[in-house]
């Protein structure tokens, strides 16, 4: 059990392109796909076996889609063995009766197997990570991932190695998130022969993980604890990512290893464990959620091992498809379920701007992990409409709440677009995994792309650079990184989000983002038809293969420019293909020192061909050619204004029965009440501030407010009804806002701390509180929102929408100024810049100060707050250059805070009327910024530097810019 998980370097040919031939004659035995009432068109036959009956069906296509072999004495109607052809694919249905045991089915469709992936992975370890990444590895080896195991109770003391810690989240998830990415870490430092510079034996560690739950497997076939932690038809989730690292340590293992083959065979007894029970308590939860994960060990199984159980296996991941919840209808935003257990039932509409409360379908982590749903399944239904899906999820992901490092914003539910909303670590790793599995699906080159983008910005932004540390939250605008944070931004997530440190605010992160880097190095080089081989990730790396030779890639991409990949003795001809990335317009390329004629020049976003010769030295010269660009769009998108609430002597009512009645931001969003069957304002979490803005515009015609009032119902979270020692309820407050820079106007009122009705105690909503105010003079000259500004400090509200009212009086005095023209923008939308060359993203600079919150023993690694005094609102002043300095090589430990291998020289201008509200930086005014008309102007130009963001713990990634003179392009794109 000491052995060393590696592949030899001998065995990668046979490792890559063996291939099981199915067993599908022999069917599913133990289950039935007969109905009753039968199809028209069915048809019943003698026959002698599943072989025989496999045969027939196969003999009728299309007419046949399925099959039923049913042995004498099981029918009491009839006395001899049967075989039932079936036009349609029938529900699935075990057989229990003793008589009945040999009955067996299949699918006409599943024989020709799964569609075949685009590009398949080298055999884990075949891969022998260089450079730079060597040395990210041995890091990340001697942070946190290797240490976990020495210390953590959650991993080091889990039921899973029969301990009694691991009693969290989504059931007993992190240790199985923990052994998930140390299985091919520790086989990747294997293959570089670098486990030697890692301060703890992690071979060791992982040994004793693999064999304890092989050891414990219980006669079910059921892997770890069986204790139905987690719920009801939830308890799969935590034993998949066991699955996978199994299957993982087998592949790491050389062909007819021993414990490889244990590995496989208790995955599959597993899955046939899991599988039955489905059949009696269906997926719910984070089960239902996250089906593509299953379905997709399934198909790792069906691809590697599947030890003649082929028509088990597709039923497995059909039934797990049936009961899976609809990511599809949620994206289309159909509002009606077309698959799975939502067939025809009510699915919520993917949200188009930041979630107010905690759902399972809007959470962060689940819709990274859905990413690869349409594509998972696509190799099984062979619908190609599933893989087109595959872009619609990303799309929407970007439209509503892209951010400019790579991912979305879910902190720890969707949070829209501004800047200074969170993404979890556990998003970033899952993101990634699903984006490396849609490629090898889909062979879609953008997605590649995405993935660098999220790689080596948004992964290493949210890690210390030693690795001992990490957040639970990332802002894109970050200013500080606190534990305790009461008044924070993000609605669904706790104070010691941004925080770095073992496991700030949840622990699941601190066990999931150990596959971040690993499975990464597992996807550089992919294999394709014909021998062919795909350089799909770029970064410094070599593999030998039996036929296509010894590959070197010489890089120290993404901190370099250029690429240098060597072959040496092939013993076949095939093609050898360099992904070029949508971003390298200039780039250029040699062959064994020719320089390629300028037609066949590599292209951006496509492949780059070379053919390899039998017993051949080729050295291909590749030069990216990255400029500095910017990219503006970033940030809110902005709403435009409804119709707007006009001066009448008698006043007006301002519209607030529809949800476009309201835009909602910092903390406040919309929140399914399923105990009232209604959709009501969330306020956000306890210590953040919610805001409702009405979307109707006041237009005063030359009268300023004088007088409003203002009605609604409220419950109050966190909390039994009454007062708490030492906790404060939240307040509502009625601000005035100017429509076109959104600045605050005055403040009408502020109520009383409101903590009379509990929702935690299931009280109605409370009777309307009320607000009727005179007296103000609130300039109106110019179109003005109504804004309800809810502090929520130690609880949180809960708004009937239903029973807000606001009615608005003037004064009658009228201002002699033309009224300025109408905005069509009741939210303007942010538009800011982001810098990039190559798949970097290049940030400001900020000192990082750190302040010790906790320390651990025995290894004396820090809980931490960052905080920085550096000025940061700036204006990015694009009427000058910019300028990219190389500054050497990656050091020792790559994504270090201070040793930058290239940083961006900038000319910026201070926004002093740019601030802060809730402990973040506010979203950035609108660009392209006017100095002579911005409130307080723009400060003096300054030289400022841009650094990699995934060399920061704060940084600023997305700044408002003042224009180049000449540009008139309608969208202020520079």
Known sequence: RSRMLTCPVMMVMACITAVTTASWSDGHVGVSRERVPRDNGDVTLPSSSPQHCFSLCHGRQPACAAWTFTPAGCNSAVSSATCSLHRNVHPQQLVTRAECVAVASGTATGVDGLVPLTWRPLKLGAVQPAGWLRNQLVVFANGLSGHLDLFWADVNESVWIGGEADHSGAGHERGPYWLNGMVPLVAQLNASGDTTKVDVDINAQVQHWIFYILDHQLPSGWLGPDDGFGGKGNDYWSGWNIAASLLSYADAMPPGDATAARCTSAVLSYIECVYKRMHTTPTTAWSQ?????????????????????????????????????????????????????????????????????????????????????????????????????????????????????????????????????????????????????????????????????????????????????????????????????????WQTDGADSTGFGVAPNFGCCTANMQQGWPKMVNNLMLQGDDNALLLALIAPFQVTLVAQGKVVVDTAYPFSDTVVVTITDPTVAYTFAIRIPGWATNA?????????????????????????????????????????????????????????????????????????????????????????????????????????????????????????????????????????????????????????????????????????????????????????????????????????????????????????????????????????????????????????????????????????VKTWAPFNNLDMNIITTSTWNYALDLTKPLTFESLGGPSSIPFNTSNYPGIVRATARQLSSWGTSTSAADEPPTSPIDCAAVAGGCGSPVLVTLVPYGMTDLRMASLPWIPQPHNTNPDGRP
């Not at 919840?325 to 994206?331: C, G, L, P, Q």
């Not at 009501?680 to 009405?694: A, Q, W």
């Not at 109106?780 to 400090?793: K, Q």
């Open 289 to 489: 959620n996250r089906w593509q994960d299953w379905v997709y060990i399934i198909h790792w199984l069906m691809d590697m091992a599947p030890q003649g159980q082929e028509q088990l296996l597709w039923d497995a991941a059909e039934l797990t498809q049936q009961q899976s919840w609809d990511w599809d209808a949620y994206y289309d935003q159909s509002g009606v379920g077309s698959s799975g257990a939502y067939v025809g039932k009510t699915v919520p509409k993917f949200p188009t701007e930041n979630v107010g409360g905690w759902t399972m379908y809007d959470h962060g982590v689940n819709n990274a992990m859905a990413t690869k749903s349409c594509a998972t399944w696509y190799r099984q239904s062979k619908n190609s409409t599933d893989n087109d899906k595959t872009r619609k999820k990303l799309e929407m992901q970007d439209k509503y709440h892209g951010q400019p490092h790579g991912m979305f914003a879910a902190d720890e539910c969707f949070g829209g677009r501004n800047l200074n909303r969170g993404i979890e670590l556990c998003a970033v790793v899952e993101q990634m995994y699903s984006l490396q599995h849609i490629f090898r699906v889909t062979g879609d080159l953008s997605i590649l792309d995405r993935h660098e983008r999220i790689q080596y910005n948004s992964l290493p932004g949210t890690i210390t650079p030693t690795s001992w540390a990490h957040q639970y939250l990332q802002q894109a605008n970050e200013i500080n990184a606190l534990y305790g944070l009461k008044d924070h931004v």
């Open 588 to 852: 250029t390329a040699s062959i064994n020192g020719k320089n390629v004629l300028p037609h066949q020049q590599p292209a951006n976003g496509t492949l780059f061909n070379v053919r390899i010769g039998i017993q051949s030295t080729t050295t291909i010269m590749l030069d990216l050619g990255p400029e500095v660009r910017v990219e503006t769009g970033w940030g809110n998108t902005g709403k435009l204004a409804t119709s707007p609430v006009s001066y009448t002597p008698a006043g007006a009512v301002v519209p607030s029965t529809s949800q476009t009645d309201f835009v909602l931001s910092g903390g406040a969003g919309w929140s399914a009440d399923p105990a009232r069957k209604t959709t009501d304002i969330r306020s956000g979490g306890p210590g953040s501030h919610g805001l409702i803005t009405f979307a109707h515009m006041l237009t005063g015609l030359g009268h300023n407010v004088s007088g409003f009032q203002l009605s609604f119902r409220y419950v109050c979270g966190y909390g039994p009804r009454g007062r708490l020692p030492g906790k404060q309820g939240p307040t509502v407050s009625v601000s005035f806002v100017d429509a076109k820079t959104g600045s605050v106007l005055g403040v009408g009122w502020t109520s009383k701390p409101l903590q009379n009705y509990s929702y935690d105690q299931g009280d109605p909503f409370s009777p309307p509180v009320t607000a009727t105010v005179t007296g103000l003079d609130v300039d109106n000259w110019g179109p003005i929102a109504v804004r309800l500004d809810i502090a929520n400090n130690d609880r949180n509200l809960q708004l009937d929408d239903g029973s807000i009212s606001l009615k608005i009086t003037w004064s009658a005095a009228v201002d002699p100024r033309p009224p300025p023209p109408p905005s069509p923008d009741l939210v303007p939308p942010t538009n800011a810049a982001t810098v990039l060359r190559g798949p970097l993203v290049y940030s400001l600079l900020l000192t990082e100060q750190a302040q010790q």
